[in-house]
């Protein structure tokens, strides 16, 4: 190392000291309610025969509206909500039990199956999942490796499923990820 290159990583040394004390990190501790708590809007229970239809054309792992969409039917469902969820196109990966790796069932990375797990929550809890067929065999999914509650449907039935769900006066949520 030449003196030069030692004097500027002793710079850069004092720098990064400089810069840590400036401001002192965390500035709060774990547990600090740093935001407001103020509820603008009513906590809306459903009504008699109201239902909550959303739909999910999102790739679970790198979507976090498709994840987000789940939990927010499930919300709709505790609320009192008929609810139900129509995954299609790239949204059918969801659907898959067999995801995981190194085995199935195994979280590669933290978070990578949270959206199976809201699924089965869901379904557990009364809630409908439908998964588009042709959304499966686009990705090469296996119809007998859907998680236990799906209910396949054909490619037809994404329109007529809006359309029902419409005619009910469902609130429809549509998510989109490219």
Known sequence: MTTDTADIDAQIAENMAKSLGEIPHPSQQPGTN?????????????EEGETYFTLVHG???ESS????????????????FESA?????????ACMASRGFPT???????????TNGAIETFIKEGGTVFCCRFGMGLHGLREEDLIEGVVP????DVQDALIHYARKGAIINSTYNL
């Open 153 to 156: 449907s054909h490619p037809l």
């Open 65 to 80: 509206v498709s994840f987000v969409a789940v939990l927010q039917a499930t919300r709709a469902l505790r609320k009192g």
């Open 104 to 114: 199935m069932g195994d979280a590669g990375f933290p978070g990578e199956l949270n």
């Open 59 to 61: 790739i679970p792992h």
């Open 34 to 46: 740093i935001y407001g708590s103020t509820k603008i809007f009513p906590d809306y229970q459903a």
């Open 85 to 93: 969820i129509y995954f299609y196109g790239p949204g059918t990966l």
